[in-house]
């Protein structure tokens, strides 16, 4: 789930004991979201940023009394932004990872992620290393499941990344990729679109301990503020409420 990303360390490793002002309850905080990236984030027929992430975030804002503007941000330049301060806060379903821990800081999870690789609906193929080997499988660029693939099947597939899963999921369909890896839940969302028929989950999911949380700025007080918020809304039965409206099971 996006998801849940990697990114160039050696790119954003200047800098980053940079502080930021706590943002205190009334404050502006303004965060930012992929918007392509359904049903986690997206942008709706009228431009607005609507999906989980989304919801999520004006849940946390409520609880935590704080005057909150959601923007949309490609999903390459996200963590730049944020240390450059066009935005407090990274509310876009993006993996926690030593390597971003290095330059900014986490909340604590909001939701919990394993991969999982689609084919044809039919499909003969055998989703294990031998299996795959000669085929083509796209992931996301600079996501866990670009990673995966770069770290764990490169030297037997050839890799395919794409800018959006949006790209990824077009070359799929158009025959252009034997086979996608993909976070879970983004990917059961698009399998219950018309341009997902015909296509299934196959094989195991691939569980690597992945946990999404929002990241702010090294030493920001908003990391606590935004951890409380989600245990509160866990508790209050307001997180539930969410995920019933995208899915069937829980995601957290």
């Not at 943002?23 to 049903?39: H, L």
């Not at 770290?151 to 158009?174: C, F, G, P, R």
């Amino acid at each position: 789930m996006k998801i849940r990303k990697l990114f160039a360390v050696a790119t954003l490793i200047a800098g980053s004991l940079m502080t930021a002002q706590a943002a205190t309850a009334g404050d502006k905080v303004r965060i930012a979201t992929e918007g392509a990236y359904a049903p986690f984030n997206m942008v709706d027929s009228n431009g607005e940023l609507i999906g989980f992430d989304v919801e999520i975030a004006n849940a946390l804002c409520e609880e935590m009394k704080a005057d909150c503007e959601i923007v949309a941000q490609d999903w390459d330049g996200i963590i730049p932004g944020l240390r450059a301060r066009k935005y407090d806060a990274i509310i876009a379903s993006m993996s926690i990872t030593e390597e971003r821990l290095r330059v900014v800081d986490f909340s604590e999870k909001y939701y919990s992620n394993v991969l999982a690789f689609v084919t044809p609906e039919g499909s003969e193929i055998k989703t294990t290393k031998e299996g795959l080997k000669g085929l083509t499988v796209g992931a996301q660029r600079a996501t866990i499941a670009g990673q995966y693939l770069e770290d764990n099947l490169s030297d037997v597939v050839s890799v395919k990344l794409y800018d959006t899963q949006d790209n990824a999921y077009l070359d799929l369909a158009a025959g252009r990729l034997d086979v996608l890896l993909s976070d879970k839940f983004p990917a059961y969302d698009w399998l219950r679109t018309d341009d997902g028929k015909g296509f299934a989950f196959n094989g195991e999911d691939i569980d690597i301990n992945d946990e999404i949380g929002i990241a702010v700025r090294k030493g920001d007080a908003l990391k606590d503020k935004f951890s409380a918020a989600i245990k509160a809304i866990v508790a209050n039965g307001k997180y539930a409420e969410i995920n019933e409206k995208y899915f069937p099971f829980s995601i957290y």
